[in-house]
């Protein structure tokens, strides 16, 4: 046999079609191969020596092929791939007009858009995207973000809990995020996740039971209020194209930050319009403060060594004051007519 297996790899080397290949496989080591035979043949050599030494040899034998079997199927398949590929090659160089004529063309959603103006913004300065998912148990949405078990977020009037899973339910807001990150990351850090959170609120013209949330988070030594205040000044002038916009920070209360303040920026009605940045009347944006120590220590992390600020906004709010649009529903609506005044064609 060992004068044949020469003969045998080049007929492996030289096979170029898969079934062929697979035949000659079976011819020599399939069951009734003589590969096979060979090794059944041992049984009737004479002595215990001769068939160790004959069976070494077939085993021998018995290797190289099948180290050159896979060798050059993996070669041939990877042929035939290439020429499928080949053959279902479609020409992307059509010219625009040739597939779009009898077709309308479709717009970028202004919640869709302003995502990805606001995430241009936060990743130029250093945050990185995190996320999570949208059904909580209450340990991540209320109990390590400092909410005590008797805040009215916790009741069924005000949270979709899961039926059957009483400690379970559907998120309040993007906070949780930051509380699952912190369990694997830790300070220096600058979070921002977007996502959509959950409350039982009626549907109106100002009120969505779903809606999407940003929540940024930054844990550093030595971080303080005025940093806070700096990033949110800037990003309200950059978000709405005014400089310098007046930014007023209100005193208020939220279980996960102390101390915590509400973020109106100034603005004028008039002739039923709304104008941002001048005027005599103020508008609520978002809500923000300094990360509780009740927090922090939740999440492992000293409240001695490291501090921080967090903030939350809804995009939904963010869009219709952007867009100056009325009402919330119309985001939802799915009318064309609507997205093609308020959609855009590119980011």
């Known amino acids: 046999m060992q004068s044949q297996l020469p003969t045998w790899l080049n007929q492996i ?5 898969l079934p062929q290949l697979e035949a000659l496989k079976a011819a020599l080591l399939g069951k009734s191969g003589a590969v096979t035979q060979a090794l059944k043949g041992l049984a009737q050599l004479p002595s215990i020596e001769e068939k160790k030494a ?7 034998i018995r290797d190289a092929l099948i180290e050159n079997f896979q060798s050059q199927t993996q070669i041939l398949e990877a042929h035939a791939i290439k020429q499928k590929l080949n053959a279902e090659a479609l020409d992307i160089t059509l010219p625009f007009s040739s597939f779009t004529q009898n077709s309308s063309i479709g717009r970028i959603h202004p919640l869709t858009s302003l995502k990805e103006e606001i995430a241009d913004f936060f990743q130029k300065r250093g945050f990185t995207f995190a996320e999570g998912p949208e059904v ?12 005590p078990s008797h805040h009215p977020a916790r009741q069924n009037h005000d949270t979709f809990f899961i039926q059957n899973h ?23 850090l600058r979070l921002i996740s977007v996502g959509r959170v959950y409350r039982s609120d009626d549907l109106d013209a100002t009120h969505t ?43 208020s209360f939220f279980p996960f930050t102390e101390p915590s303040a509400e973020v109106d920026i100034a603005c004028t009605r008039k002739d039923g319009k709304l104008v941002i940045g001048k005027g005599g009347d103020w508008l609520e944006l978002l809500g923000c403060g300094m990360v509780h120590p009740n927090v922090l220590t939740n999440c492992d992390v000293d409240p001695l060594e490291y501090q921080g600020f967090a903030f939350g906004m809804g995009l939904e709010r963010l869009c219709m004051i952007k867009n100056g649009i009325a009402d919330i529903r119309q985001l939802y609506d799915g009318d064309e007519t609507w997205l093609k005044h308020f959609g855009s064609f590119s980011f």
């Open 54 to 60: 004959k069976g070494a040899e077939i085993n021998v």
């Open 13 to 17: 080397k030289t096979t170029t079609d």
């Open 209 to 251: 039971p779903m809606f999407h949330q940003i929540e940024g988070l930054v844990l550093d030594k030595n971080i303080h209020m005025g940093h806070l205040k700096g990033l949110i000044r800037e990003f309200c002038s950059t978000l709405f194209g005014v400089a310098d916009v007046p930014v007023r920070f209100r005193p």
């Open 136 to 147: 909580e148990d209450e340990w991540h949405n209320f109990d390590a973000l400092n909410i």
């Open 166 to 188: 009483p400690t379970h339910l559907l998120r309040t807001h993007t906070s949780t995020v930051q509380i699952r990150s912190l369990a694997t990351q830790k300070p220096p």
